[in-house]
T-cell receptor, first 113, second 111 residues
């Protein structure tokens, strides 16, 4: 079946530190992969996505590369800011036409000044 | 504003009661998805509707039901509420294929 395994948090970093949040997936075929972000008190927002192997999604300084060989989609940012404090969710969409998203458990990131 | 509207934002009710959560999808999106987010269970997919028809079912309890109306808005009905049903309930919409657009959620507290 489809599933996403995400690095457990919480993660606490100092401002300008490098961020990596690991995400691996299990799926039949080649799903699309996503990172969503949830800021305090808000719903989930799409951060970036990749639809095929070796694609790199990027947005707001965040990047993730779809690695088929390692079934991974790790999220990275070179220099985090306090405003990046949020919960980050890795997700994959299935391929049977229903377009359902399967989410990881979420990783809470706190960036301290 | 994401374009997906959920009402109410907050709901407090007693055990055993029934509530209805409402979602208006983004204009043009035919699919509506309902998710439950709780501290211990994470983000759980409940159910999907596409253009008025149920398309997929996830971990939705028998006490819960949903429907999508001709104007594409959707309602999630939760009955015989238990303390453990306290959670954030999110609605999302999408235009196939692609990512979702989430509403800001309804926080349900069962006391």
């Amino acid at each position: 079946g489809n599933s996403v395994t995400q690095m457990e948090g919480p993660v606490t970093l100092s401002e300008e530190a490098f961020l990596t949040i690991n995400c691996t997936y299990t799926a039949t075929g080649y799903p699309s992969l996503f990172w969503y972000v949830q800021y305090p008190g808000e719903g989930l927002q799409l951060l970036l996505k990749a639809t095929k192997a070796d694609d790199k999604g990027s947005n707001k300084g965040f990047e993730a590369t779809y690695r088929k060989e390692t079934t991974s989609f790790h999220l990275e940012k070179g220099s985090v800011q306090v405003s990046d404090s949020a919960v980050y969710f890795c997700a994959l969409s299935d391929l049977d036409g229903a377009n359902n998203l399967f989410f990881g458990t979420g990783t809470r990131l706190t960036v301290i000044p | 504003d994401s374009g997906v509207t959920q009402t109410p934002k907050h709901l407090i009710t007693a055990t055993g009661q029934r509530v209805t959560l409402r979602c208006s999808p983004r204009s043009g999106d035919l699919s509506v998805y309902w998710y439950q987010q709780s501290l211990d269970q994470g983000l759980q997919f409940l159910i999907q509707y596409y253009n008025g028809e149920e398309r997929a079912k996830g971990n939705i309890l028998e006490r819960f039901s949903a429907q999508q109306f001709p104007d594409l808005h959707s309602e999630l009905n939760l009955s015989s509420l238990e303390l453990g049903d306290s959670a954030l309930y999110f609605c999302a919409s999408s235009a196939l294929p692609g990512g979702y657009t989430f509403g800001s959620g309804t926080r349900l507290t069962v006391v």
